[in-house]
């Protein structure tokens, strides 16, 4: 019996025992007998070289699971597709949500509780890095389970490093400037930052790492214009002057890498193909961010899934909509060769995922130090305001690093305001 098969057993046997009252079949939970075959209608945004990785294991699920199959329907404009599908009352049963989305939609309305459905399937808080099961909750109440976690990622051209005298790369703020500086010769940059995306991504990380945090724990305030946000914009504007080159756009950076004349950049790991392995000519690494400031912080991303609103819910239609849930975490190592994090602990600590490279090394050193956006609705558009000001500063439009962060703070401040009127009082769970 391979590893695999044994882990899905014991996995199985665990959440039997969690759910005495559902069936089981060849040791996979099963509908209770008096729902009939179902059929669930599942959305996601995967629409690029993910989305296959998806479809292997709603394929698995349906042939495993005879009595729920499930329709999977990738969409672009994919939360525009969501609002008219509210709009129309044609919501699927089960979608993919991002973190940072979440709030939003239960705002309008597009996603409901499911806190009984999480306790009937045995899915469990503490299986989870904090961070990403919070994520999920809005208001007191569970809206989301985290599938992956898609961190911030450093990515280091070995053979850059080799040349250098380099054999391992850096992991603590000392041995990073160490490294950039030495690797920044002639026409090689040792590290190197645009002024776009992600660099308000990689602010807040410092941010974190320098101990502040991007808002107020209540999500009403922008809490960046602190101590620590100048700290960390000190820190980039330096790394540029010293390691980097001045005024770059996006995706400077992962060109000049693909190059073969920069050492160390840092993006998001969905890049790691684009820039490791048969990506590049040379020798490259993907692996977890170094801490630079005192405390240790990853920026992320997750995908997140979720029941959505329907005009009569349907019970068999929720405990098979649980299964299939419970079904793409405890397989999610499929859903990690795709390029992501499993969020799932089990999964994450499994023999099975230590084998998927680089992932596993990355989820090693970054899983447990993800942060994400406070449950406010909304929550992106307050990162606007930050978003021109580190541009700024790093394009050499501002220069004073205070007053811009104060600015960026007052107007998000704003934002927060009118969408706390927009969005009005939370839905009733």
């Not at 919501?91 to 979440?102: E, F, K, S």
């Not at 540029?240 to 050492?263: H, I, R």
């Amino acid at each position: 019996m391979s590893k695999r098969t044994l882990m899905l057993i014991l996995l199985g046997l665990l959440a039997l025992m969690a759910t005495p009252t559902l069936a089981q079949d060849d040791g996979g939970m099963q509908l209770p007998e008096e729902c009939s075959t179902v059929t669930l209608d599942y959305w996601n945004p995967f629409t690029g070289p993910d989305g296959p990785f998806m479809g292997q294991l709603v394929d698995a699920f349906n042939s495993e699971h005879p009595n729920i199959q499930v329709a999977m329907t990738t969409q672009s404009e994919y939360y525009t597709q969501l609002s008219t599908a509210a709009a129309s009352g044609t919501l699927p049963d089960v979608a993919i949500v991002h973190a940072d989305q979440i709030a939003t939609q239960v705002y309008r309305n597009i996603l409901r509780p499911m806190d009984d459905i999480v306790e009937q399937v045995g899915i469990n808080g503490a299986d989870f890095p904090e961070a990403v099961w919070n994520a999920g909750e809005v208001n007191g109440s569970r809206y989301a389970v985290p599938l992956d976690i898609h961190p911030m990622t450093m990515f280091v051209n070995t053979d850059l490093l080799e040349q250098g005298g380099f054999t391992d790369a850096p992991m603590t703020g000392e041995a990073f400037a160490e490294m950039a500086a030495a690797l920044t010769s002639g026409d090689n940059n040792g590290f190197m930052l645009t002024a776009g995306f992600p660099i308000r991504q990689i602010f807040e990380m410092l941010l974190y790492q320098f101990g502040g945090t991007s808002f107020n724990e209540d999500g009403t305030e922008a809490a960046w214009n602190s101590e620590a946000g100048v700290q960390a914009m000190q820190w980039l504007l330096d790394a540029q002057a010293g390691y980097s080159q001045p005024n770059l756009e996006v995706d400077a950076e992962l060109n000049s890498f693909k190059g073969g004349t920069v050492g160390m950049i840092w993006n998001g790991i969905w890049q790691t193909t684009n820039v490791t392995g048969e990506g590049v000519f040379f020798g490259s690494r993907a692996m977890a961010v170094p801490q630079i400031g005192p405390n240790m912080a990853v920026w992320a991303g997750s995908h997140q899934l979720t029941l959505p609103t329907q005009a009569a819910e349907d019970p068999c239609v929720d405990t098979a909509a649980g299964i299939f849930i419970s079904y793409l975490l405890d397989n999610s190592v499929t859903w990690a060769r795709a390029g992501q994090l499993p969020a799932n602990n089990v999964v994450r600590e499994s023999d099975e995922f230590a084998e998927v490279q680089p992932q596993a090394d990355i989820a090693a050193g970054s899983a447990d130090y993800v942060f994400f956006p406070p449950s406010v609705p909304g929550i992106t558009d307050a990162y606007g305001p930050l978003d021109e000001a580190v541009s700024a500063l790093m394009n050499g439009n501002a220069t004073d690093i205070q007053a811009e962060l104060d600015n960026a703070a007052e107007r998000a401040n704003q934002i927060l305001e009118q969408n706390r009127a927009t969005f009005g009082e939370a839905p009733s769970s």
